[in-house]
């Protein structure tokens, strides 16, 4: 098994639409020349972008996030350029990115140093060969501070990871329960 570099990683995002849409070069500035925090490809991986879509955690009704049981009633959804993750608190978002993982890739989340240092942990469970869809974030504040989240603009890396073999069952195969997801899906069993 091998990390893919920048050229395998464009190669399959314009011949077969692995990542759409894609950016062939690391952007750090917007059309106005302001900073950014960088998206696109990078040597050994993609840095993906955060939408203008969250939800984001409140416990003003006492509840318990519960994997099996999960209560719509502890996020309050926000759309927004800038989006305050509370102290000691976590949001949902999604990638702006859709993927299509091939069959022989595993791809893995690092989130991407800027917002480490803020304290902010952004974290995915790895993507398995032949998911598709958006990919859900789960963005964690670890400070006592809030924290701002800048929507269109890098949140953390995927390195991409090819096998020496193909799989013998793909998440396609398992019909995996967030394939094809395009919006934030909570948990489900």
Known sequence: MSIKSDKWISRMSKDHQMIEPFSENQVRLDENGNKLISYGVSSYGYDVRCSNEFKVFTNIHSAVVDPKSFD???FVDIESDICVIPPNSFAL???VEYFKIPRN???V???KSTYARCGLIANVTPIEPEFEGNVV???SNT???PVNVYSNEGICQFLFFKSDSVCKTSYKDRKGKYMNQTGITYSKL
């Open 72 to 74: 719509e009633k502890s």
């Open 109 to 111: 989340c690092l989130g």
């Open 93 to 95: 978002a999604r990638t």
């Open 143 to 145: 400070t006592s501070y």
């Open 105 to 107: 890739v595993l791809t």
């Open 137 to 139: 974030l789960e963005i």
